[in-house]
């Protein structure tokens, strides 16, 4: 357990105290050459060995990951990740090439990037594939980029709405904005479904796109796809889908089979890299044939034996210095190639199964968005413990203290105190009724003491914090007390 009193560093420090001792200097001492920059108000912590490696081996300690306890973030999948993955984004001919090598230097490293577009395109049902997104949302600009730049070449710059749902990611409507579309928001319905009569009531000549997210953000899948796919085609738009989470398609459908045009997925979600703490993400394009010549470059292609960078035609461009998260792709090459098709069919029947089997057990303690079956994940709403004045940023904080990530809550938007719960395929049955244990004792404890879930955490190293304060304001020198 964490020392909660655990002094910062600096307030450790006592003046002459050191961690090492260096060898006698054998050359001669010179100034540094830029004095002028050393800043004498910074001391740093002068302290012990033995300190100084428990105050970082404790504060490692504090790092919540996949690695250490569950972690339920709906929308963000976060699960197993193989330590093989690491191990082989690791080795020397990927993690230290350098981006500037000839192409015949790297012919290794192309192939995976070539056969990577390949499988992905393969999954999605979408063969052109460009693996420069750095982020989700950097392959929704991308996406949009093309969608607008198709429009352009057709003569019809006049198409310039996004018709986005109201459950949509923040990221889509400020995607749509930066390629300099206009978002025009569309209704879902009780059911949770695209609402057809207000889509058809919106579309016309001048809708570039209708971005949606599939399985949609409530976690269900879209039963009018195939007609909502058409509605848009007969108008001359194109559709999009947000697959940032492609965990409960894996296998079992393709976007390009359900009339959709353009795609991107999380590498950094579905294929196995953990996320969070802003580290590298990598979210690639896909498109239909008839848009590939306007995919970003570097786009790999293979002539005869030899792979090669190359800028297709209509190109939107470049979105970065290089090829992209470049040990990512390592990673999600990897995934996939050891999985193979029968074992990336199976990730998205457990991921279903598993969030199904928590919707089906918290169903009497918590209300459901909708009553049929979700998808990879379920939204629940903690609307019936806000009359005990619970909330679910309330229920977070107590499965704080239980042990758990929360999941992920308020969104979407259209949910009153939405509670997103994604288990994922990776998670035992042990663990999954664990949480349901803890789910089911804090919808209980509402009624007899709400007051207990109101002050969690209780048992973290910080307690309720003033998160807009924190985020707004961060405190993130030290400063002597
Ligand atoms: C995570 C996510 C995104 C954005 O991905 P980033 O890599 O964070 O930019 C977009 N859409 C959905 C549905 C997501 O879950």
Not at 400 to 426: K, N, R
């Amino acid at each position: 357990m964490i020392n909660k009193e655990m002094p910062l560093l600096m307030d450790q420090s006592k003046k002459g105290r050191k961690a090492i001792k260096l060898p006698e200097l054998g050359v001669e001492k010179s100034e540094l050459p830029n004095s002028k920059f050393l800043r004498k108000d910074i001391s740093l912590p002068e302290v012990g060995q033995l300190d100084l490696i428990r105050y970082f081996t404790n504060l490692s300690s504090l790092n919540y990951s996949i690695d250490t306890n569950f972690y339920p973030l709906g929308s963000c999948t976060m699960k197993y990740n193989p330590k093989i993955n690491e191990q082989i984004a690791s080795m020397p001919g990927f993690a230290a090439s350098h981006p500037n090598q000839n192409d015949e230097k790297v012919q290794g490293n192309l192939r995976l990037m070539f056969e990577l577009q390949e499988e992905l395109g393969e999954i999605t049902g979408l063969p052109g594939v460009s693996l420069a997104p750095l982020a989700g949302a950097q392959g929704e600009y991308a996406g949009l980029l093309i969608a607008r730049e198709y429009h352009k070449k057709n003569n019809q710059n006049n198409r310039n709405i996004a018709l986005i749902p109201d459950s949509a990611h923040g990221t889509n409507p400020a995607s749509a904005s930066m390629a300099g579309l206009q978002a025009v928001t569309i209704k879902t319905t009780n059911e949770g479904d695209i609402d057809l009569d207000d889509l058809k009531d919106k579309v016309n000549e001048n809708v570039c796109v209708l971005m949606l997210t599939l399985p949609s953000t409530l976690g269900l899948f879209e039963p009018n796809i195939l007609e909502i796919t058409k509605v848009i085609h007969d108008n001359g738009g194109l559709v999009y889908a947000d697959g940032a989470n492609l965990n409960a398609l894996l296998g079992v459908t393709k976007f390009g089979d359900l009339g959709i045009d353009i795609c991107h997925s999380n590498l950094h979600k579905t294929f196995s890299t953990p996320h969070g703490g802003g580290g590298p993400g990598s979210g690639p394009v896909m498109v239909a044939k008839y848009l590939e010549s306007f995919l970003p470059y570097p786009h790999i292609k293979k002539e005869g034996n030899e792979y090669k960078q190359y800028k297709p035609e209509n190109t939107v461009g470049r979105l970065n210095g290089f090829y992209g998260s470049f040990g990512i792709l390592v990673r999600a090459y990897a995934y996939i190639r050891s999985l193979g098709k029968a074992g990336l069919k199976e990730i998205s029947e457990s991921a279903i199964i598993n969030a199904n089997y928590i919707q089906e057990k918290l169903k009497n303690d918590y209300k459901l968005t909708s009553s049929r079956y979700c998808m990879h994940e379920t939204v629940l709403s903690a609307s019936q413990q806000k009359e005990d004045g619970v909330k679910a940023i309330d229920i977070a904080k107590k499965l704080l203290d239980e042990g758990f990530h929360a999941p992920t809550m308020y969104f979407p938007l259209i949910v009153d105190e939405a509670l997103m719960i994604e288990p994922t395929e990776s998670e035992s049955k042990e663990t999954i009724d664990r949480f349901i244990d803890a789910m089911i004792m804090i919808s209980e404890l509402s009624k007899s003491n709400p007051k207990e879930i109101i002050d969690a955490p209780v048992n973290l190293p910080v307690e309720r914090l003033d998160e807009a304060q924190a985020a707004r304001n961060p405190v993130l020198i030290w400063a002597k007390k």
